[in-house]
């Protein structure tokens, strides 16, 4: 969890402290990433579909 938090931060979606807590404001983030990038049948949760674009876009924490 650590990890997507700080993929997450470094898009600007998630401002909370990378703690490996899956709580209601990363969900939010996780949305908020997944919704424009057409990954609805992963909304909310952190797939491989979601991972892998996720990392696509990111620079390895």
């Not at 700080?6 to 402290?17: A, Q, V």
């Not at 992963?42 to 892998?52: C, H, I, Q, S």
């Amino acid at each position: 969890m650590v990890e997507l938090q700080l993929r997450l931060k470094e898009k600007w979606l998630y401002n909370d402290e990378a703690n490996g807590n899956f709580n209601r404001r990363l969900e939010e983030a996780l949305r908020a990433f997944q919704w424009p990038r057409g990954l609805r049948s992963e909304l909310g949760f952190y797939g491989p579909e979601t991972r892998a674009r996720l990392q696509s876009e990111t620079a390895e924490p």
